[in-house]
T-cell receptor
């Protein structure tokens, strides 16, 4: 079993839809949870950073962490074509050694 | 957010030659930088952790003699792919932490012909 599981998609939604991206993990010691957006042939860009459980909101993006279920989510409201990218979840125990999900490829159609 | 600059963004080299990739933290100091490799449609695989002023820590299965890492200053780490072969063709990405957050370079597309 991989430490971090993420459905690679692809996921295609119409513009304006709410997008839900998810990851599950097996290591209960993970405390730091991140979401990255990666455009084709570019390095990942940090979107959201969460420590321990709870929700965090930033504009159209909301990150949720449920440590009891070992499940994290990223919600994108009012999705735009410019949101089309691969979204990677990442997590770490000690803020040093990060483990990544496989990435979900999202396409938002105008 | 902080800026991490990686250079070059793309390189094509002949089999048997060596290629150096630079990773710089532009507006902060990074005692630790990370090097990843990413295959098409796959996630990032950590290759090694680069520590300023000391030897890098390599992940299991990564050849340290093939992937030479030097972290000579708090703002610069380099990855040298020695005696490159076509199977080394990949997307290489560096990362540096500022506080609790990690920031990535733009990546380097290496093609070995």
């Amino acid at each position: 079993q991989k430490e971090v599981e993420q459905d690679p998609g692809p996921l295609s939604v119409p513009e304006g839809a709410i997008v839900s991206l998810n990851c599950t993990y097996s290591n209960s010691a993970f405390q730091y949870f991140m979401w990255y957006r990666q455009y084709s042939r570019k390095g990942p860009e940090l979107l959201m950073y969460t420590y321990s459980s709870g929700n965090k909101e930033d504009g159209r993006f909301t990150a949720q962490v449920d440590k009891s279920s070992k499940y994290i989510s990223l919600f994108i409201r009012d999705s735009q074509p410019s949101d089309s990218a691969t979204y990677l979840c990442a997590m770490s125990q000690n803020n040093n050694d990060m483990r990544f999900g496989a990435g979900t490829r999202l396409t938002v159609k105008p | 957010g902080a800026v991490v600059s990686q250079h070059p963004s793309r390189v094509i080299c002949k089999s048997g030659t060596s290629v150096k990739i630079e990773c710089r933290s532009l507006d902060f100091q990074a005692t630790t930088m990370f090097w990843y490799r990413q295959f098409p449609k796959q996630s990032l695989m950590l290759m090694a952790t680069s520590n300023e002023g000391s030897k890098a820590t390599y992940e299991q299965g990564v050849e340290k003699d093939k992937f030479l890492i030097n972290h000579a200053s708090l703002t610069l780490s380099t990855l040298t792919v020695t005696s490159a072969h076509p199977e080394d063709s990949s997307f290489y990405i560096c990362s540096a932490r500022e506080g609790a957050e990690a920031f990535f370079g733009q990546g380097t597309r290496l093609t070995v012909v």
